[in-house]
């Protein structure tokens, strides 16, 4: 993860035998260096990008559980980058990284939840997700759940309440 973090804000670049040596731990099943090479191509660092390549790295991570994986391979699926667009299997993705504490997940969550895209629109569900994630300063999300704040109904408040709190209980602190 760091890596890939090193990668992205541009302090780092890599050598094809760093690559080289990725491929050869991915080819292995780590999870990490699967998702790291998901990265690299899905952005093009010291490879040919490819949506491809990258959501087929993220595939075998994230089957194996890793969180960033799965969030990146949602988003994939939910825009259509490197494999067709598919919504359900976005929101099945989402919801994987999301119970394990993955904010951006969760915030996607409640926007899908919110417009209805993969799912049937559930407005208490949209606002149960976007109050979970503790990514409070996204703008989009932030915005989207306190003007669900003012639409909710008591009611639906008190489901929405109901909801954060039985998912909270599963979701392992970070």
């Known amino acids: 993860m760091l890596l890939c973090a090193a990668l992205f804000f541009g302090c780092a670049t890599l ?12 080819d292995h099943g780590d999870a990490e260096a699967q998702y790291e090479l998901g990265f690299i191509y899905e952005r093009g660092i010291g490879v040919p990008k490819s949506g491809i390549k990258a959501a087929e790295w ?27 667009k598919d919504e359900a299997r976005a929101l099945e993705w989402y919801r994987k990284a999301a119970v394990q504490g993955e904010a951006f997940a969760q915030d996607r969550l409640g926007i899908m939840y919110f417009y ?20 409070k300063e996204i703008t989009d999300a932030s915005q989207l759940r306190d003007k669900l704040e003012q639409t909710l109904t008591p009611e639906q408040k008190v489901e ?8 909270s209980a599963k979701i392992p602190k970070k």
Not at 117 to 134: D, E, F, H, M, Q
Not at 160 to 167: D, F, R, T, V, Y
Request: glycine content about 8%; aromatic content about 8%; hydrophobic content about 35%.
């Open 58 to 84: 993220y595939q075998k991570a994230a089957a194996q559980g890793n969180v960033s994986a799965q969030c990146s391979l949602g988003f994939m699926y939910e825009v259509g980058i490197g494999i067709p």
């Open 116 to 135: 209805g895209r993969g799912v049937p629109k559930n407005i208490v569900l949209a606002y149960t997700w976007l109050s979970l994630s503790p990514q």
């Open 160 to 167: 929405a309440k109901k909801h954060s709190a039985e998912l």
């Open 15 to 26: 050598s094809a035998t760093e690559r080289d040596q990725l491929e050869t731990k991915a």
